[in-house]
Structure formats: C-alpha cells, structure tokens
C-alpha cells in the first residue's frame, strides 16, 4: 500500500518547465542547424560544400552543448551530432523532393 502511495504521489509532480523547455528546444535540433549552416555560409562563402555536413554535425552538438548548459541538463554530444546529421539529412530531402517530386 505505501509503495503505491509514492507512486502516486510521484505521477503527480509538476515537470519542471526547464527541463521541458530544454527538451523542446533539443527536439528542434533538426530545424534549428540547417539555419545555422545557411548563416555560416552566408558569413564565409568560401566553405568549401563537402565540409558542410561536418559543419552541420558540429552545429547540433554547439546547440546541444548549449541547451545542457542554459538548463543544467546532462550534455550529451551524441546525441547533439545525430541530431546535426538529421538535420542535414532533413535538409537533403526536402531538396530532393523539391527538384526530382516523389515519384522514382
């Protein structure tokens, strides 16, 4: 009986608006680092095209080292670099799909 007392007293803690709001912003990793790529070869042109995917993957973990900093989150450069790829991955696509449309 005590034991699901606790729970219950567990499931109704608030969530800390912090951390969700860190949460949120990590999940936005995607659509946050192809701007970040787009800025940067704004800002240098002369980056060369086969360095931007390492740039975007270095983009996500920057954004992911931030996040975890703002919040006092747990860093987690792994999952920033995943996150920077899908990005690009997202970005590739789109692009894909705008130039070729869906069919094979």
Same mark, same amino acid.
């Given at each position: 009986m005590l034991? *699901?007392?606790?729970?219950?007293?567990? /499931? #109704?803690?608030?969530?800390?608006?912090? /951390?969700? +709001?860190?949460? /949120? #912003?990590?999940?936005? #990793? %995607?659509?946050?680092? %192809?701007?970040?790529?787009?800025? +940067?070869? *704004?800002?240098? %042109?002369? #980056? %060369?095209?086969?360095?931007l995917p390492a740039l975007a993957v270095g983009a996500g973990v920057g954004v992911e080292a931030l996040v975890s900093w703002i919040s006092g989150g747990q860093w987690s450069p792994m999952t920033g670099a995943i996150l920077g790829a899908l990005g690009v991955f997202a970005r590739e696509f789109a692009t894909t799909i705008q130039q070729h449309g869906m069919s094979a």
């Open positions: 034991s *699901l007392m606790l729970f219950a007293q567990e /499931a #109704i803690t608030m969530p800390d608006p912090q /951390a969700s +709001a860190a949460q /949120a #912003i990590t999940v936005l #990793i %995607p659509i946050i680092v %192809p701007f970040v790529v787009w800025g +940067a070869r *704004l800002a240098i %042109p002369k #980056i %060369p095209r086969a360095v």
